[in-house]
Structures are given as C-alpha cells and as structure tokens.
C-alpha cells in the first residue's frame, strides 16, 4: 500500500496512510525493520459520548506538509462530531523522537467532554511475537520492547506554542489511560476496540503477541474551545535511552522540538 506522509531524520522514518493511520517505525535504518510490519495503528476521538477513528467515514482529511519542512500540516473535519482537529507530526532532526501536536476546537454550541486515544500494533524487530509492553507507573508511560529495540510512548494535556500566551493550567505530562494486551492470536482484536468506550482497562503488562493504547482527558471544552494534546514516541537500544529521550521531551517541552525540526528543514531547503 502506498504511503501519503513519510517523516524521517535519517535514523527513524515513520510513514502515514491515505486515511491518516500510522503504519510503518523504520528505526535505526531506514528501509531497515520495520517495527509495526506494516500493520494498523488507530488514532481517534472520543465526544461526549460517541467514539470515531479518524479513518472512519464521517472525516474530511486535508494532509499536507507546512511549507519548506517535514512537519506535518494535517486538518481533520467531523461535521457529525461537530471537531476539528489540526495535526502537525515531526521526528527531531536529531534525536530519534516522532513528537505529533494535536489542536482540538469544539465546533459544537454547548460545552463538551473530549479524549483523543493513540494505539500501536508492535511487532518490534518485525517479529508478531516475544514482543512485550508493559505500564511505567513513574514515567506515567507505555514501553514497548524487544531484545535492543525499546520504544517509549508518553504525551501531555496543555502547553503553548512558542509566542503564545501563557496557558492557563501547567501542562499535564504522562498518558491519563492505558492498556497492553494480545491480538492476533484467539481471535483477539486488540487493546483499540477497548477504547471504543472512552476509557481503557489499565492491563499493564502483556507479552507475545502485543499491543498498547494509550488516552489523554483534554477536559471539558466549552463552544469554540481549543486545546492542546501532544503526544510522542521515543526510540532507543535501552530503557535509559527512551526514559532519558523522554526526560528532555518533558523538560523542553514537545512544542520547541517541532519548532525546532521545523526551522532546521526550513533551513535546509
């Protein structure tokens, strides 16, 4: 299948589907093992109630690039859901994190309750099995791992972008839902269908044939409201390499990696 948004840095390349799926973590060669085999990784929302993947129908997707750079310019429209959402993704020009910055705006003309979830499909070292993810209580993340490839998934609620005002409340660093589990073995489909409710059961470690989703509380957003969700996946050989990667997305902030990534390429071109 074709692939509509690759982002690499050299080391970890990552490619996006027609509907805005992740499908491939090239990671640490490019054209190397490919760590999720190809396979599904669901992003979506839930409202009030009702719960969409933003490759269902129902979504208006507008998927390009900002200018001149490898970030992400990606508009997502639910007119039935009454959202938009602008996504822009960037893997750091020189570390090995995917960092991806979600904005949320209630179209809607009463105030809402929003959650986005994340999931990922691992087939590290392109194996479907000794694969094992597992709950980090002090990272307040998700790490996936096999043999030298660890993977750390993480995010937080809030912030601001650079020459924004001051946001309201301190941003909420660490992942508020999760769960690890098995598929494709028994007929089980995966920890996403688990978050089709708008909450995740908080299995926290599974092995063999794997999976994880993880979910953020953006809290209540009144008529025209916008918040900020960003959520990152940090590669490494070791644990200390993806907890240290982690640390510096949590000091910095996500948002001076984008814009860093994004005026390093612009740069360059």
């Known amino acids: 299948m074709p692939r509509d948004l690759p982002l690499s840095n050299g080391r970890l390349l990552v490619n996006f589907d027609k509907t805005y799926n992740l499908r491939d973590f090239y990671w640490p060669h490019v054209g190397g093992r490919n760590h999720t085999d190809g396979h599904v990784n669901h992003s979506g929302v839930w409202v009030d109630g009702q719960f969409s993947w933003f490759d269902a129908e129902g979504w208006q997707r507008q998927m390009l690039y ?21 996504f822009n993704d960037a893997i750091d020009f020189d570390r090995d994190i995917l960092i991806r910055r979600a904005a949320v705006t209630n179209r809607a003309d009463t105030a809402r309750e929003v959650r986005l979830f994340f999931h990922h499909d691992w087939h590290i070292t392109e194996s479907e099995g000794a694969n094992t993810a597992c709950y980090k209580p002090d990272e307040k993340a998700i790490v996936a791992y096999k043999d030298e490839c660890y993977v750390l998934v993480c995010g937080l609620v809030g912030g601001a972008t650079a020459g924004a005002p001051k946001p309201a409340r301190q941003a909420d660093v660490g992942v508020h839902y999760w769960a690890t589990g098995q598929k494709e ?27 994880s989703c993880v979910g953020f509380r953006l809290g209540t957003l009144g008529p025209g409201d916008t918040e900020l969700c960003y959520h990152w996946l940090a590669f490494g050989e070791t644990f200390d390499d993806v907890h240290t990667l982690n640390a510096l997305v949590a000091r910095r902030g996500p948002q001076s990696l984008i814009d860093r990534t994004h005026n390093y390429w612009h740069l360059w071109i």
Do not use: H
């Not at 508009?75 to 039935?80: E, G, I, R």
């Not at 007929?187 to 999976?211: F, H, M, R, Y």
């Open 185 to 211: 073995i028994n007929g089980q489909e995966g920890t996403w269908k688990d978050a089709e409710d708008g909450v995740l059961g908080g299995n926290p470690i599974a092995q063999g044939s794997v999976d």
């Open 66 to 86: 900002e200018e001149d750079t490898l970030v992400t310019d990606v508009t997502l429209v639910n007119d039935a859901l009454g959202l938009t959402i602008v």
